[in-house]
């Protein structure tokens, strides 16, 4: 009954290393997102994915690089980290995009990175 | 580019008090809207969410009303409870599967 989780929940890095953030979901679900959390900014859609092998940037892309090879894991990089990447990132997931029901996202506890 | 909009951005009402928090969207072609709950440091949790074609859900205390044409959202909590208090998030669902979130309402319920 693991749900979706996220791993670490807390990184230190340094500016211009490169950090995977992972995201795991046990329900099959087709949708995935990430997103990062900004005082002054809220929730941002970084990028998203339909399904295995499908991906699409949203509000904030650049900088990131994602994946999705398996439909239960969808890891966020950070190529080359900087400051301003700096934030708290969410990864949610859906079941479909539809104008369904069972369209609710359900998140993560969340990954908080600093860079320095 | 879809906006939304939360007013109040904070909120403190006595316990027992019954509220209204809103949320408004500029680009009424959405596929549903979403009010989630936020505790500090934590997750976001779903609490309702409603197609695009109804009018209104309900769970427990909270009702919320969605107005596609005027582009507008409320969560009407009924006899507040400490335990209420947290960031109450909406966010709409657009055509594309994207998720465009509000900046939250901060509710503090006094007992």
């Known amino acids: 009954d693991a749900g979706i989780t996220q791993s670490p929940r807390y990184k230190i890095t340094e500016t211009g290393r490169q950090v995977t953030l992972m995201c795991h979901q046990t329900?099959?679900?087709?949708?995935m997102f990430w997103y990062r959390q900004d005082l002054g900014h809220g929730l941002r859609l970084i990028y998203y994915?339909?399904?295995?092998?499908?991906?699409d940037k949203g509000e904030v892309p650049d900088g990131y690089v994602v994946s999705r090879s398996k439909t239960e894991n969808f890891p966020l990089t950070l190529e080359s980290a900087t400051r301003s990447q700096t934030s708290v990132y969410f990864c949610?997931?859906?079941?479909?995009?539809?104008?369904?029901?069972?369209?609710?996202?359900?998140f993560g506890a969340g990954t908080r990175l600093s860079v320095l | 580019k879809q906006e939304v909009t939360q007013i109040p951005a904070a909120l403190s009402v006595p316990e027992g008090e019954n509220l209204v928090l809103n949320c408004s969207f500029t680009d009424s072609a959405i596929y549903n809207l979403q009010w989630f709950r936020q505790d500090p440091g934590k997750g976001l949790t779903s609490l309702l969410l409603i197609q695009s074609s109804q009018r209104e859900q309900t769970s427990g205390r909270l009702n919320a009303s969605l107005d596609k044409s005027s582009g507008r959202s409320t969560l009407y909590i009924a006899a507040s409870q400490p335990g209420d208090s947290a960031t109450y998030l909406c966010a709409v669902i657009g055509n594309a599967g994207k998720s465009t979130f509000g900046d939250g309402t901060t509710l503090t319920v006094k007992p």
């Open positions: 949610a997931s859906s079941k479909t995009r539809g104008g369904e029901l069972r369209n609710i996202q359900y």
């Open positions: 994915s339909a399904a295995a092998d499908i991906t």
């Open positions: 329900w099959s679900h087709s949708y």
